[in-house]
């Protein structure tokens, strides 16, 4: 019987098998590796919560100097794509009722004349906020070209730049290279996880799981086999967006590569145990999908890669790092853009391993449970 | 073979029954109910998520923890200083040298710093072109250091402005009033749009594996083998699903307004007429799914790419469509969800804007109906 409990033969076999589950069909192989590579490349562009091409109203009262100087900048503004200029309040409202344009400015009859008296000239600015993101962004734009009219009205005076920013890493704030990295970690999490996640729930709703219980084939071969394949299959993507990444998008890679690697691993890993434990008590491959879909999504969207971890209230904060996603979205961020030195990558990598311990142990005795 | 002569000869069996209809959805209804994972599905993840975004997902940057690096020993670089550390959105720690920040940039215990120049007093009392201070800000979470830059930089001017009782004032001054959501709370955008993920999710996943697990375990052949139609058939699935999608808005939409202080300024009529034509190209596209993949495995997936994660990234709920290039802002315009997520924004923050909601409606129902037709033709075409 000693013989029985763990054997290299019989693991290579039930490793080819499961591998061939997931891969046999020409189908579930486009769908495993295809779509990621589309999303990454669709995403890496849509994602982005910075400004641009928006649309702005101006509805101006006055014919002087200074109106005329802040419409012709607005006009060559970047951000803008098209000024609209309206002729009275009422459409000036109905445009940003309808969301056709972000802003609209309102200019009084009094501007040049105040500004030309020595005065301030006060420009009413309305935002859409149902767009609150974009629209604080867009006016800290519009008063930036503000500063600038104002600048040319009082040449001579000019009191000295308030500051001048660098902002590190990343100099020109360029979204992509927050949102590649990041969806790497994403799109292998949510492969890795459905695979894993299906793999007994299948043979249990297709009835071999039976068949597996009365083979010799021990339990560690069992939970060995189910997630070797997510694991191979998982760090196989994952490697190949942060190619991707680097030669496609031309992100810097500033990192170890070795640590990424390591920590690319041990992700998958803890994935796959959740996956596991999903599987194990799932009856059919409908619960397993679903499962994992809830279990996936809060995951994501508390790992920080939407939006920071420190907006977040400070249990959920807590709650965080029980993600794995979290810990690898900081060292693959780090990896790609901030030079990650080892001792930072550390202070991510033992929780990652932490997690993978515990969910791969947990998965072991939910499977042990499912076997007995 | 049976399945067409069958057909052939008895035409008038396939005509349209109400009767065989009820018994039908009946026989969905408890099939879909018995099932826990529906349930968790349809009523246990709105909630989780409308919790997360409500509490965890926010843009508001608040309490953002930067670095103040006092250079310089003059009395008004401390009086610049202690401005900083009055502010309610940053959490400011202080320093003397800039070594002691920069590593916390790496490890990302700091998202930026401002560094208060030795000869601050002499750059303030010049009048010149050298600027105040510097910031620095982690570029690498680009939002996160967009806010960094504007408060720091509001922080100094606030300062400045308060210093200089007699100088001139500014000669143009923006007066920003936020419509709709004057508070500024991320949260308010973000909930109405987490309903359209959420009956995504249920109209397009579930119905989905749904009508796929009837494929991948040859059923589905067995009930197409019934005198029932193909559109009793499919109307007796989705039905179900419809109830169960509009019954989880209503849910979503309780919870949002009374939980989550997220006004409805529009009609409820409005809102159940716009989520209940947002479920026909939601249940399509599902349907469509389930009859080209046959298998539950890779409806899973590419309800995931195509459903999903296009509500998510795509629909205008998170990220801007106006600031994605334009192919992308093309491919948009087939995702169902973007049509949904701007009514829903609209209908809960501003209003009944019908000038907003007919195009919206119309391009939900077209697409829906252009779904509808590809998984028609599928399904027929496995008969033969």
Known sequence: ????????????????????????????????FVPPILQLLVFAFAATLEVRNVEIAVYSQDGGQWSHELVQRLDSARFIRRVHRVDDPQRMH??????????ALSIPGDFSRAIAAGGSGKVQVLVDGRRSNSGQI??????????????????????????VTRHWFNPNLTYRWFIVPGLTGILALFSSLLITSLSIARERELGTFDQLLVSPTSTPEIIVSKSLPALA???????????????GFGIPFTGSFALLLASLVLFIASVVGIGLMISAVSMTQQQAILGAFAIGVPAVLMSGFATPVENMPLVLQWLAQAIPLTHFLVIVEGSFLKALPPGEALASLWPLALIALATLSLATFFVRGRLQ | MSVASERSVAPELRRFDLQRLLALVLKESRQALRDPSTLLIAFVLPVVLLLLFAYAVSLDAKDVRVGVVLESPGATAQELAAAFSGTRFLDVRFAHDRREVEDALVSGALRGYVVIPQDFEQRLAQRGHEPLVQIVTDGSYPNTANYVDNYARGV???????????APPQPVVLEPRFWFNPELESRRALIPGAIAI??????????????????????MEAVLSTPASVAEILIGKLLPYFVLGMASTLGAAALAVFAFDVPLRGSLAALLLLSAVFMVPALGQGLLISSLARNQFLAAQIALFTGFLPAFMLSGFLYEIDAMPAPIRMATRIVPARYFVSSLKTVFLAGDIWAVFLPNLAAMAAIGALFFLIAKRATRKSLE
């Open chain 1, 94 to 103: 109905a445009m940003i009722d309808r969301g056709e344009v972000i802003a």
């Open chain 1, 1 to 32: 019987m000693a013989g029985s409990f763990f054997s290299f033969t019989r693991l290579r076999a039930q490793f080819i098998k499961e591998v061939l589950s997931v891969l046999r069909d020409p189908r579930s192989r486009m769908v495993v």
């Open chain 1, 138 to 163: 867009t006016v800290a734009y519009l008063s930036a070209i503000a500063a600038d009219v104002g600048a040319e009205v009082t040449p001579g005076a000019q009191a000295p730049a308030p500051a």
């Open chain 1, 233 to 247: 299959i998982g760090t196989a993507l994952g490697l190949f967006m942060v190619a991707a990444g680097v030669f």
């Open chain 2, 156 to 166: 100094v001017q606030a300062w400045r402005a308060g210093l200089e009782v007699g």
């Open chain 2, 198 to 219: 959420v009956m995504t999710i249920i109209g397009t996943m579930l119905t989905a594996l749904v009508v796929a697990r009837e494929w991948e375990r040859g059923t």
